[in-house]
């Protein structure tokens, strides 16, 4: 952590995207974040995944002075957070204005399709296309070899993305956790009011759910992070998107297990504005709003065949960018 943090400071995490693939990306978002103060980042559970996330942090850290943690995101079952998008190009018209490629925070949307790589399943394009020719299939790189994905990639904590039925799955995701023996500092749990069934579930089935994964994790002894979705991966990045998640936060924040609280799910530059001073959760995660204020800097030099560090004029401006995105964040605004 970084050592000169002042203690009011809040608890922040960038998300990269628990399908998120873009190695180069992923790097020089390590590296900006790094430099801007984050705690922790949250990567998807692949081996050259993370090892772009560290080179990124290393980067940084050596100019910087802070050592965010690394987590990768893992899931107990299907969910929208492992997930990508796909179309045939054939099929599109040729005098489509393609608000698809509008839309798309990564630019992963070009005329040959949508590259997979850049693709973090954020749903945006999904909506967007007149001629519904946008699916979205599962993308989920934890799924089937959770305890090799351990071994190999080592890191300081575990995100698992669960749904409120999904408590014996969460159990199985428990328990090769514990016999893989990975040192971890922490576990964070993901979880919100799942968008179809919104009507069907309630926040206090979201607080008992909760309290359930509690009674399993406890015995671990490891330190908690309740994330809660408020707008489980929406890719609306609009200013107002924040307020479900700030609603479902006073609505159950003070009655959730121990451990520390951290809002995701629609949260972005407006988020601080739309909480209360004296009800403020510990902490909070930025995934698209965070990333598309980059996207543009690094593209360039991304196209250039560099990392965006190589332009020391670029990286500052990112950098700089990136602090201010995090400003609300950090102690002097926050009392
Ligand atoms: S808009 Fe979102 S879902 Fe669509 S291609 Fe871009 S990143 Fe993928
Ligand atoms: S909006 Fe639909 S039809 Fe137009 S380019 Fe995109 S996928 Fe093709």
């Known amino acids: 952590m970084n050592k000169n943090k002042n203690k009011k400071d809040k608890w922040i995490k960038l998300i990269c995207g628990a399908s998120n693939e873009d190695i180069v990306a992923i790097e020089d978002l390590c590296a900006i974040y790094t430099a801007a103060g984050v705690d ?11 090892n772009a996330a560290k080179k990124g942090i290393e980067w940084a850290q050596k100019i910087y002075n802070n050592s965010p943690g690394l987590m990768i995101s893992i899931s107990d079952g299907n969910d929208i957070h492992f997930r990508k998008a796909k179309f045939d190009p054939l099929r599109c018209p040729s005098n489509c204005s393609r608000p698809c490629e509008k839309v798309c925070p990564t630019f992963a949307i070009d005329i040959s399709g949508i590259k997979e790589s850049k693709c973090y399943g954020c749903g945006r394009c999904i909506n967007s296309c ?8 599962e993308y989920n790189l934890s799924k089937y070899d959770l305890a090799t994905t351990l071994q190999k990639t080592k890191p300081n904590a575990v995100e698992i993305h669960t749904r409120i039925n999904r408590l014996d799955s969460f159990t199985k995701v428990v328990s090769i956790l514990k016999s893989s023996e990975t040192k971890l500092d922490k576990i964070s749990i993901s979880c919100g009011l799942n968008q179809s069934f919104k009507k069907l579930q309630e926040p206090e089935d979201l607080l008992k759910a909760l309290w359930e994964r509690y009674d399993i994790l406890e015995e671990l002894n490891i330190p908690l992070i309740w994330q809660l979705d408020g707008r489980p991966m929406s890719g609306d990045l609009a200013p107002t998107t924040s307020r479900d998640t700030v609603k479902l936060f006073e609505k159950i924040g003070s009655d959730l297990p121990p451990g520390l609280i951290q809002l995701a799910g629609g949260t972005n530059e407006k988020t601080h504005e739309f909480l209360k001073s004296n009800n ?22 991304h196209t250039n065949n560099k990392r965006l560090y190589e332009y020391p004029e670029r990286m500052a401006l990112a950098i700089k960018k990136a602090q201010k995105f995090l400003e609300p964040w950090k102690s002097k605004s926050v009392k």
């Open 40 to 50: 922790y980042i949250d990567v998807a559970a692949e081996e050259s995944i993370v």
């Open 130 to 137: 007149p001629l519904n020719l946008i699916s979205e299939y």
């Open 280 to 301: 403020l959760p510990d902490g909070i995660a930025f995934g698209s709003a965070a990333r598309k204020i980059m996207q543009p800097l690094i593209e360039f030099a």
